[in-house]
């Protein structure tokens, strides 16, 4: 008891209130749906053979079969009508190949399921290590996903064999009596395979839930963030501008700027003080004539 205790403390329940736990226990339910509707099937069949001799008659010829189906190993006694001993007639068909395989892939998924959720309760940390334990768990998943629909479909295909098989209308036409007109021979009792559809239909669910657990398997294998990172988008950044001239600025000149700097007005003026005392500039300037001279 103390090893539970101290399992059930460091275990990581909340897992389960997560897709990624809840889904493995909805597996881990529809799988034991699956292979106990199908593998503990158990079904019976009933008819009658009215001879022109009512002495002869077999009112209630009972038919037993179960799984896993092998229909050519079950037989039954039928009265001749014609006196002596009973004809021993076998029914045909053998469909035991799909149903095992859908009963064998249903106890692995099931125990596969237990194990994975030991794993997530107890062991998380390490699961998701380096992310090989996500990445197990994918491929896994992923083939039992592909394993639910190879098996449902081949045990839909066989349970409609299986149905057909022991149809008692199908199985009158073997009685050697019942093809003389004075023979009366009709079904008592139809075969219950409620059972077996429902099987099939846990088989189709089961692979609809492991299907959908490869998404929330996939985001944990980090292989995401992994294609996130080797994104490259369709356009080409455009080069970033040269770095600016060593003499700051981009390097170009200023057109205003002379060989000297700044800026020289090209007045050609010729500044000084004559010798009268005055302030002559260089350039010439006409005298002001006026035509009212004092």
């Known amino acids: 008891m103390d090893v539970v205790n101290q399992l059930v403390a460091q275990g990581q329940f909340t897992i389960i209130k997560q897709p990624l736990g809840f889904i493995k226990v909805l597996q881990w339910i529809f799988a034991i749906f699956a292979f106990s509707t199908c593998g503990s099937y158990s079904g019976m069949f009933k008819m009658s053979v009215e001879c022109k001799n009512r002495s002869e008659s077999d009112l209630g010829i009972e038919v037993e079969f179960e799984y896993p189906f092998r229909l050519?190993?079950?037989?039954?006694?039928?009265?001749t009508c014609k006196g002596g001993n009973p004809e021993r007639l076998f029914l045909v068909g053998d469909y035991s190949s799909s149903a095992e395989f859908f009963v064998t892939i249903a106890v692995f998924s099931f125990l596969y399921s237990m194990a994975a959720l030991s794993v997530y309760c107890f062991v998380l940390e390490k699961y998701r290590e380096n992310n090989k334990g996500p990445q197990i768990d994918f491929v896994a998943t992923a083939v039992f996903?592909?394993?639910?629909?190879?098996?449902?479909?081949?045990?839909?295909?066989?349970?409609?064999?299986?149905?057909?098989?022991?149809?008692?209308?199908?199985?009158i036409t073997l009685i050697t009596a019942c093809n003389?007109?004075?023979?009366?021979?009709?079904?008592?009792?139809?075969p219950k395979v409620s059972g077996l559809n429902t099987s099939v239909a846990f088989g189709f669910?089961?692979?609809i839930l492991w299907i959908g657990n490869l998404w929330f398997v996939f985001k944990e294998t980090g292989w995401m963030a992994a294609f996130a990172g080797t994104y490259m988008p369709s356009q080409e950044k455009q080069p970033a501008p040269d770095s600016f001239a060593q003499g700051g600025g981009y390097g170009q000149q200023d057109p205003y700027?002379?060989?000297?700097?700044?800026?020289?007005?090209?007045?050609?003026?010729?500044?000084?003080?004559?010798?009268?005392?005055?302030?002559?500039?260089?350039?010439e300037q006409q005298p002001t004539s006026y035509s009212n001279q004092m």
């Open 72 to 79: 050519h190993q079950v037989y039954f006694d039928a009265p």
């Open 205 to 207: 669910i089961n692979l």
């Open 145 to 171: 996903a592909f394993m639910w629909l190879v098996s449902s479909c081949a045990w839909a295909k066989g349970l409609s064999d299986v149905k057909t098989a022991t149809d008692p209308e199908r199985v």
């Open 257 to 283: 700027a002379g060989s000297q700097g700044g800026y020289q007005p090209e007045y050609g003026q010729q500044g000084g003080y004559n010798e009268d005392g005055g302030y002559s500039q260089g350039y």
């Open 180 to 190: 003389e007109r004075e023979t009366r021979c009709r079904e008592v009792y139809d």
